[in-house]
């Protein structure tokens, strides 16, 4: 079984949100940027897969060269090989086109992708390619088996989750549950040098085709203070809830 | 020319989500100076739509769309846009129409933003303004095809009643193969979804262990809330994953959030931003979340909680 892995290249979630140059790009001075966690919880199925199936994985990202980093740190989870489209991520539809393109003549078994990106959260990667490609999808995944040709897959739904059949090729939207927080690998010191050695290629770019832009950021608006009720006056809870903030 | 408004039934009845969705709709509709179609599938009763604004209501009524398929329900709706010429087809960020989203703006050669917040600022270039960084920030964003597929973030624009034509009309759509079988569904019944409910009520660590839940599904179902919970909870195996929110976890957006014991690390502010008003109950008053919060209450939850449960339920018996 041949597996690509998506692989977005984001800002840690602790991270500080800030923009530069008149509010129109990401300010990244002092940023770590790491695997997007819902494609983390992707790889790491994915090792599964290679360790109990036998199975090949390939990581995938658009990116400029300073997305390598995390690329090699996919390579050292235990990822074979990767590739990198080399352009500016410029949005989803564009991600998307540029993924389609390379499976198209890069055909893959099991296609795995996070759910959405915890940085743009436009949450379409995925379901482009699948619509582009014709290949079967399923998102918001927390649990993946194959057997032979055959996926059984747990989708989260509103209120509750559903157990679905389908063919390989599959393109999945995964998300945690894929695997537990505690099955997330840290790259040994052995893997690390491996990574070094693991082929990453890099691939141009083969349209600028895009549908929408992100012209400027804005930050929420500085927040009003809060207001402390003391732990024996809950009635005055009850009262601002009610009253002021007309939600009971 | 029209905008499409995409919504969803369970078992014959309107979601209330797809009230907003028709505001939003009809709003929308008004200033391109078009009409405003609402697609519904397998529902009893469309005529409530009307009063949000509903021109046309297209039904489609065919038991084999009764199991959630996105492929084939998004090829059905972009039949349906091509039908009226739709320039804008509007969507909700509930798990379904997420899913199926960018199937359709493949169907339909549109281009897509999710999580918008607002009515376009501008139409030509066509701009609204979206939440991203899982809302520590919005970006206003352009959609440049001629076709605009809008997914709306919940409650971000509320529902708004404003009388439309309300003509019916049936369609009847060809239906694609299935290649994906739903093999079981399985439900939580009678409790509320996060994703359905107005008010979450969401405990952490502070409760000290999965047996003190009582004490926020007490408080939920005295406010007809759903139950969440933060992600060490729930990495810790005190409560499912389907309850967990924050950034890797779920969205939330509801008008309330209490948030009982946590203590508001960035990544759980970041998923709970959008609810409207927040409420923080937590023993430490230097907790983070009392930043974030609109109201809290500085006091040990086994004491508050119950007390809070009691005379909501007061509040209740003495306000319906």
């Given at each position: 079984m041949k597996i690509l892995v998506c692989i977005s290249h984001v800002p840690d979630t602790t991270s500080k949100i800030n923009f530069v140059d008149d509010n129109k790009t990401f300010d990244n001075q002092g940023v770590q940027f790491v695997i997007n966690p819902n494609d983390e919880f992707g790889l790491t199925r994915a090792m599964w897969f290679k360790e109990k199936q036998n199975a090949t994985v390939d990581v995938i990202n658009v990116g400029l060269?300073?997305?390598?980093?995390?690329?090699?740190?996919?390579?050292?989870?235990?990822?074979?090989?990767?590739?990198?489209?080399?352009?500016?991520?410029?949005?989803?539809?564009?991600?998307?086109?540029?993924?389609?393109?390379?499976?198209?003549?890069?055909?893959?078994?099991?296609?795995?992708?996070?759910?959405?990106?915890?940085?743009?959260?436009?949450?379409?990667?995925?379901?482009?390619?699948?619509?582009?490609?014709?290949?079967?999808?399923?998102?918001?995944?927390?649990?993946?088996?194959?057997?032979?040709?055959?996926?059984?897959?747990?989708?989260?739904?509103?209120?509750?989750?559903?157990?679905?059949?389908?063919?390989?090729?599959?393109?999945?939207?995964?998300?945690?549950?894929?695997?537990?927080?505690?099955?997330?690998?840290?790259?040994?010191?052995?893997?690390?040098?491996?990574?070094?050695?693991?082929?990453?290629?890099?691939?141009?770019?083969?349209?600028?085709?895009?549908?929408?832009?992100?012209?400027?950021?804005?930050?929420?608006?500085?927040?009003?203070?809060?207001?402390?009720?003391?732990?024996?006056?809950?009635?005055?809870?009850?009262?601002?809830?009610?009253?002021?903030?007309?939600?009971? | 020319m029209s905008v499409l408004a995409y919504i969803e039934s369970t078992q014959g009845k309107i979601k209330k989500n797809a009230f907003e969705i028709v505001s939003y709709s009809s709003a929308l509709a008004k200033k391109l100076n078009v009409d405003c179609h609402v697609l519904t599938f397998n529902t009893d009763d469309s005529s409530e739509l009307k009063k949000y604004g509903a021109d046309k209501i297209?039904?489609?009524?065919?038991?084999?769309?009764?199991?959630?398929?996105?492929?084939?329900?998004?090829?059905?709706?972009?039949?349906?846009?091509?039908?009226?010429?739709?320039?804008?087809?509007?969507?909700?960020?509930?798990?379904?129409?997420?899913?199926?989203?960018p199937l359709l703006a493949v169907e339909l050669d549109a281009g897509y933003l999710s999580n918008v917040v607002e009515l376009p600022s501008n139409l030509n270039p066509f701009t609204v303004k979206r939440t991203s960084f899982t809302n520590k920030a919005f970006c206003d964003s352009t959609i440049n095809s001629d076709l605009k597929l809008i997914g709306l973030s919940s409650n971000a624009y509320g529902i708004k009643e404003n009388e439309g034509k309300g003509i019916e009309e049936d369609f009847n759509p060809i239906l694609l193969e299935k290649s994906i079988s739903v093999k079981s569904t399985e439900k939580v019944s009678g409790k509320i979804s996060i994703a359905?409910?107005?008010?979450?009520?969401?405990?952490?660590?502070?409760?000290?262990?999965?047996?003190?839940?009582?004490?926020?599904?007490?408080?939920?179902?005295?406010?007809?809330?759903?139950?969440?919970?933060?992600?060490?909870?729930?990495?810790?195996?005190?409560?499912?994953?389907?309850?967990?929110?924050?950034?890797?976890?779920?969205?939330?957006?509801?008008?309330?959030?209490?948030?009982i014991g946590i203590s508001g690390a960035i990544q759980h502010l970041a998923g709970i931003n959008s609810s409207k008003i927040k409420v923080v109950i937590n023993n430490d008053p230097e907790a983070p979340f009392f930043k974030a919060a609109d109201y809290g209450v500085v006091g040990d939850a086994f004491q508050v909680v119950p007390i809070l449960n009691e005379k909501l339920k007061a509040f209740k018996a003495q306000n319906s």
């Open positions: 060269s300073n997305t390598e980093t995390t690329l090699r740190k996919a390579l050292a989870i235990g990822a074979d090989r990767a590739i990198r489209i080399d352009s500016e991520p410029l949005d989803g539809f564009f991600v998307a086109k540029q993924i389609t393109n390379y499976i198209n003549t890069n055909p893959y078994d099991l296609i795995i992708a996070g759910r959405e990106s915890i940085d743009y959260n436009g949450g379409m990667v995925p379901g482009l390619i699948a619509g582009f490609s014709k290949i079967n999808f399923v998102t918001n995944c927390t649990s993946l088996e194959i057997d032979n040709n055959q996926a059984t897959i747990e989708r989260e739904i509103d209120g509750g989750k559903e157990i679905l059949n389908c063919n390989l090729p599959l393109i999945i939207g995964g998300q945690k549950g894929l695997v537990e927080e505690s099955d997330l690998r840290i790259p040994n010191m052995r893997g690390i040098m491996q990574a070094r050695q693991k082929p990453l290629d890099v691939v141009p770019c083969s349209n600028q085709d895009l549908r929408t832009n992100s012209i400027k950021f804005h930050k929420p608006e500085p927040r009003q203070e809060v207001k402390l009720v003391s732990s024996d006056e809950i009635d005055k809870l009850i009262d601002l809830l009610h009253n002021e903030a007309k939600v009971l | 297209i039904k489609i009524s065919n038991i084999e769309l009764d199991n959630f398929d996105a492929k084939i329900i998004a090829n059905v709706t972009a039949q349906v846009a091509k039908s009226i010429n739709a320039n804008c087809v509007v969507l909700s960020s509930s798990v379904n129409s997420r899913y199926m989203a359905d409910a107005d008010i979450v009520v969401s405990g952490g660590r502070g409760l000290k262990g999965p047996e003190n839940w009582n004490l926020i599904e007490d408080l939920a179902e005295t406010l007809g809330a759903a139950t969440a919970c933060s992600k060490p909870v729930s990495d810790m195996g005190w409560r499912p994953h389907s309850e967990h929110v924050g950034q890797t976890g779920k969205p939330v957006a509801t008008n309330l959030y209490i948030a």
